[in-house]
């Protein structure tokens, strides 16, 4: 193991039990020492399940669990969670509600003595911004105050790996947004390793150093929010990022053809002769054409930003993200054009490499005597 992997699971299987499908299946993953790995995958999908392995509440069927090098579950081997240095946030922060602010975060250093007790806390408070809440019971608390108290009090004993599981479920929206910048700042002083749990995935693009995308009990991806949004391993976590539109080209050789532009493909080992470009709402620009090869079908304001959906030649509907700049109405032709130089490219499920973008659409469109792509239905290559 490498010196800079704070947590590894290798080959990790979890069936619970009087269960037949497992919970977890055959996990790998790295987290590196310091960064914020955010766990990102649907309900049900095995991501509590993952962190109570990692923080010993729950045993591994089989595989190995290190963390900091030392294995902590697997080969017969289990140390339990209070030897693991691992702290661990809840759902719903399971606060001691007899115990004030202060209490509660001591209670995590019953080992220490009294002094270094008390500097500690002191020293947590500070950093959380408690002080003036130090003598207040948990219900006297606002949602945002009672998680800093959790994350303050799984903070004290200096765990090597913190874990969070939604860490915002139970805040408002606006909330949210503001303890995601707090949580962010505070985490990045500390310094410590964070496994971070979420289904939203804003969240996790906003939040994580690396995203792990979790899927039926494993993980099929591991990158940084930039990659795994624009660079999807499969379809389904495509999708799972946000909204994708997926727009069919004709490849011939290793140039392809688009209703959004003409492109190389990068990558691919046996180019075959249809894929498909994985277009981002703010991936497209739109500009009014009469000859263009898009058609706007719907319009939705909503407040930053307009959506429009356009259907293509093609047949295929795109959603994209428009600045109030641009206004268009139902009805109205408009020329598609993708501002990213390379997008992914999808073959069946997968994705097959990089697409890059080599022409724009208007000369696509100066070739607009050829046959269109996909829902066409005569043959004529382009060249
Ligand atoms: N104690 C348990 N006994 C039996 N099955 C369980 C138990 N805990 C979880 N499961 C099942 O294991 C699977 C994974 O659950 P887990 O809670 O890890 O998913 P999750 O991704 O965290 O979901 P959510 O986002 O809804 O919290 C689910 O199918 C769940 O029903």
Redesign the pocket.
Known sequence: MSETCAVRLAGVWKW????V?P??RDLWLDVRAGELLAIL??????????L?LIAGLERPDTGAIEIGGRVVAGGGRFVPPEERGVGLVFQDYALFPHLTVEENIAFGLRGFARQERARRVQELLALTGLEAFRTRYPHQLSGGQQQRVAIARALAPHPAVLLLD?PFANLDAELRLRMREELRRLLRDVGVTVIL?T?DRDEALALADRVAV?LE?TVVQVDTPERVYHEPRTREVARLLGQASFVPARVLGRLGRSDIGSFALEGAEEPTEQVELLLRPRDVVLERHPEGLGVVVDRRFVGAETIYRVLLRCGITVETSQPPSVELAIGERVEVRCNRARVAAFAGDERIGLAALLERLGRTRSADTEAPVAGGTDGAAAS
Do not use: L, Q, W
């Open positions: 619970y039990r009087g269960t499908v919970a977890v995958g649907p309900s049900g999908c095995g991501k509590t399940t993952t109570r939604e749990v289904h979790m009990g």
